[in-house]
C-alpha cells in the first residue's frame, strides 16, 4: 500500500465495540502500597485530620521543608533558561560530576562516566533490575522489604525471591537463608540499607559477611540506598561500595529523603565496577535503557551542583533529629500498648510493630 493510499473502515463492524488487551507487561506490574493509595475512597471525620502513614513521603505534614539553598538553586535554573531541552539520556556532565564529586571517597571513588541520572530512586532501581536480570531468572530481596521491587521485577519476567530479615538482631539478614535462596538463576542481590521498611541501620561486620556471601557465588548487588547517612545519632553509615572490593555494585540513590525533595524526581545510579565486570555489558545496557525515557528533569539537572555543594550540614542534622525524636515517641507509646511490639528503629522513616497474637506477625 503506498503511503498516499487510506484503509476503509470494514462494514462488519459497524456499531460493534471490541475490547483493545492491555500487554503482559502491564497486566503483571502490580504495586501493592500504590494500589491501595491510589484508590482509597475515605469519608473524612468531620472533626478529625487523617494522619497518613502509607508511604515515606517527608513531605507530607509540611513540617519538614527543604532547605532555602535547594529552592533558589532551581530558581535559578529555571531561570537561566539554559536547560529547557533535551540532556544526554545518562545527564548532563556537570550534573553527573557533582553527583560523582558527591560521593567519592577514597576506597570507592566515582567519575561522571560512572553515574547515571534518573527519574527517581525507583527508575533507578527499574533500570538496574532490567539491566541484570532476565526472563526466567531471580533476583534476591529482602522480607519484609519495599514492595517496589517484585513491582519492577515481575513486568520484565524475572522472578524475586525474598530472604529473611531478623528483628532480634535489628533486622539484619539471615544469612543462611540468604544463601539457601541461590540458585542457578540467581541474577543479583538487593541489598537495602538503611531499610524500609524496618528503620535499621546495618553495621559494619554485617555488611562484610553479606559482601562475601556475594563474592562466594559471583553476584553483584544492586544496594538501594536511598536513605544514605539518614541514621540517627549514635549509629554510622556505610556505603556498601566502600567496603566491596571484589563485588561489583549498582548503587541506586537520589535527592528524594535526605533533601525533602520526593516529586522532584530525581535519582542516579553510581556504578561501582570491580574487576571489569560491569564493562562489556552492564555499562552499555544502561545507557541503553537510560534512552528509553531520553533522561531525567532537566531542571533539577541544572540545579545539582548547587543543591549538591550549597546545602548546609545542619540542615541534615536538623531533619533527622526532627525525625529521631518522633520516632521515639511513636516507639515510646507504641510500647505502652497491650499487644504491640515495635523495633526501635536507628535510621530512615520507619518502625515496625509486632503484634502479640502471633510472635512472628508484623
Not at 487510506?6 to 500504590?34: D, Q
Not at 530481596?141 to 528483628?167: C, D, E, H, Q, W
Not at 540468604?178 to 538487593?190: G, L, P, R
Not at 553476584?219 to 536511598?226: K, Q, V
Request: proline share 7%; with cysteine; hydrophobic share 35%.
Amino acid at each position: 500500500m503506498s503511503s498516499t493510499q487510506t484503509t476503509m473502515p470494514n462494514p462488519a463492524c459497524k456499531g460493534k465495540t471490541s475490547t483493545v488487551r492491555a500487554s503482559e507487561f502491564a497486566k503483571s506490574t502490580f504495586n501493592p502500597i500504590r494500589s491501595i493509595v491510589d484508590s482509597m475512597k475515605l469519608n473524612p471525620h468531620p472533626d478529625k485530620h487523617m494522619i497518613a502513614l502509607s508511604i515515606g513521603d517527608p513531605t507530607i505534614f509540611g513540617n519538614l521543608k527543604p532547605h532555602e539553598t535547594i529552592i533558589e538553586a532551581i530558581q535559578k535554573s529555571i531561570s537561566s533558561m539554559l536547560y529547557n531541552g533535551y540532556a544526554p539520556t545518562p545527564g548532563y556532565k556537570d550534573a553527573r560530576q557533582a553527583v560523582a564529586d558527591y560521593y567519592t571517597i577514597s576506597e570507592a571513588p566515582v567519575t561522571s562516566e560512572d553515574v547515571i541520572l534518573c527519574s527517581g530512586c525507583s527508575h533507578a532501581l527499574d533500570l538496574c533490575i532490567s539491566a541484570i536480570a532476565s526472563r526466567g531468572q531471580n533476583i534476591l530481596m529482602p522480607r519484609p522489604g519495599f514492595s517496589i521491587y517484585r513491582t519492577l521485577a515481575t513486568g520484565y519476567g524475572v522472578n524475586t525471591k525474598p530472604y529473611n530479615l531478623l528483628p532480634e538482631r535489628g533486622w539484619e539478614a539471615d544469612l543462611v537463608h540468604m544463601e539457601s535462596q541461590i540458585d542457578k538463576n540467581t541474577a543479583a542481590i538487593v541489598v537495602n540499607n538503611p531499610s524500609n521498611p524496618c528503620g535499621s541501620v546495618y553495621d559494619k561486620t554485617h555488611l562484610l559477611d553479606i559482601l562475601a556471601l556475594a563474592e562466594r557465588h559471583s553476584l553483584p548487588i544492586i544496594a538501594d540506598e536511598i536513605y544514605d547517612f539518614f541514621v540517627f545519632k549514635g549509629e554510622t553509615f556505610y556505603p556498601l561500595a566502600t567496603l566491596s572490593k571484589n563485588v561489583p555494585i549498582l548503587t541506586c540513590s537520589g535527592l528524594t529523603k535526605r533533601f525533602l525533595v520526593p516529586g522532584w524526581r530525581m535519582g542516579w545510579i553510581l556504578i561501582h565496577d570491580r574487576n571489569n565486570s560491569f564493562d562489556p555489558e552492564i555499562r552499555p545496557g544502561l545507557q541503553a535503557l537510560s534512552q528509553r525515557i531520553i533522561g531525567s528533569n532537566t531542571l533539577v539537572q541544572g540545579a545539582l551542583p548547587e543543591i549538591l555543594t550549597k546545602t548546609p550540614t545542619s540542615f541534615f542534622d536538623d531533619t533527622i533529629a526532627q525525625v529521631q525524636e518522633n520516632a521515639t515517641i511513636a516507639f515510646e507509646q507504641l510500647q505502652l500498648s497491650a499487644g504491640l511490639h515495635p523495633v526501635k528503629p536507628k535510621g530512615a522513616m520507619y518502625l515496625m510493630v509486632r503484634e502479640n497474637k502471633n510472635q512472628n506477625s508484623f
